[in-house]
């Protein structure tokens, strides 16, 4: 296989192993690379069955492959990496098959972790406050710092702050029916800056919009501001306010979030803002981590069986 060694006959599986490699040279025609990375997956599949004293395919069941996967797992290698080799896995055994090696795929059905979602960068309480300063007192300024101060005072998600209408505000009571995923409706609080905010906006937008309108966020042509018209304007806030980094409706949300959880360290509380079905993308979604999230439920559960430290429930 070109610059490809066969494996050492010290490893199991070796006659099955090099002829499969001649099947990816010869009759699939894999790049080099690809027929590479086949070669590496597949050489630590054979130390483990060494290790493990597997000398023969028919020995193999689905267990021995999960245990692979956890030892590749505790050795360091990431979602991604145990997803491509046990796609590796799979194309040996189906090749087995083809051959009637083998009478079933033993790796069929086995999946590897998940690997950690990447999560959304955040701003710090002072950087928050001064991105949502919008200074000036014409048509675009007074809207984009009515929107923007709402999302962060309230924790919107894009398409929510898109779909409000007039009379989603509860004027007296400072509130705001949100309709969310799932067209969930869910009350939240507005705090006074964006009360102000807001109205300074409606002032303005009366100049520009028909009484018939009832969507909250509009533009110069009195129609529903939309997603990408927000996407647009928060990157260009972004170097109007001197910001390090693009800050765009998400991040605003996961700051609400963030500083939320910060000063009441009440999870339930922002899980209900956030509008979140389960607890725990709530604490993927606000950097909690294992030890907070295990606090939370030792308090929560009635029948958590672990130690607690109070009977304060969230």
Known sequence: MNDLSPPATSLPFTEQ????????????QLSIHTQTNYARDLEKFQSFCAAKSLSELQQLNPNHIRMAVAQLHRDGLGGKSLQRWLSSVRSFFQFCIRRSWIKNNVADGIAAPKSPKALPKTLDADQAAQFVQVEGDDFINKRD???????????????EAVSLNLNDIDWGDAMLTVTGKGNKTRTLPVGSLALSA????????????????QALFTTHRGQRISHRAVQMRLQQLSIKQGMDNPVHPHMLRHSFASHMLESSGDLRLVQELLGHANISTT???????????????DKAHPRAGRKTDGDDEL
């Open 17 to 28: 192993l090099t002829a499969f490699y001649t099947y990816m040279r010869s009759e699939r």
């Open 145 to 159: 710092r009515a929107l923007v101060e709402l999302i962060y005072s309230s924790g919107l998600r894009l398409a």
């Open 198 to 213: 807001l109205n300074h906006w409606l002032a303005a937008r009366k100049l520009y919009t028909q009484d018939d309108e």
């Open 283 to 297: 604490q993927v979604y606000t950097h909690l981590d294992f030890q907070h999230l295990a606090k939370v439920y």
